[in-house]
């Protein structure tokens, strides 16, 4: 049977893009960042190129109009499956701070 998305893991995921949400909206020059991560990505050969592709087009929107930040910021938020997906293949290395990023972190019990 599914289980429905609750454990450890993919809530600290979940805060981790209300994070990146939150703070996109207070500062939103730091969408060059994940911009200039698809742009390296791509020149690299990346295979997700058509994922990479939307994203840039949903942060190009955000950076563009207060609609589109708005957007962005609902995707970041959204937690149902076809998001979670999507978000697999997210461009954000390099916004938080190594201190930002820790709370997000999962350590395996592995």
């Known amino acids: 049977m599914f289980k429905e998305h609750d ?4 809530k600290l995921e979940h805060a981790y893009f ?12 730091l969408l060059d960042i994940p911009l200039e ?4 990505w791509t020149q690299r050969g ?5 994922r990479l592709g ?7 929107e955000a950076k563009t109009s207060s609609h ?3 957007h962005l910021g609902d995707v970041l938020r959204a937690d149902d499956e076809e998001t979670r ?8 290395p390099g916004v938080l701070s190594e201190a930002e990023s820790e709370p997000f972190l999962c350590s395996s019990r592995h």
């Open 7 to 10: 454990d450890t893991g993919d």
């Open 54 to 60: 939307e994203w840039k087009d949903l942060i190009v």
């Open 85 to 92: 997906f999507f978000k697999g293949f997210a461009p954000f």
């Open 68 to 70: 589109g930040l708005r």
């Open 46 to 50: 990346h295979w997700a190129v058509k």
């Open 37 to 40: 991560n698809i742009e390296r």
């Open 18 to 29: 209300c994070y990146l949400a939150d703070k996109f909206e207070r500062d939103p020059s």
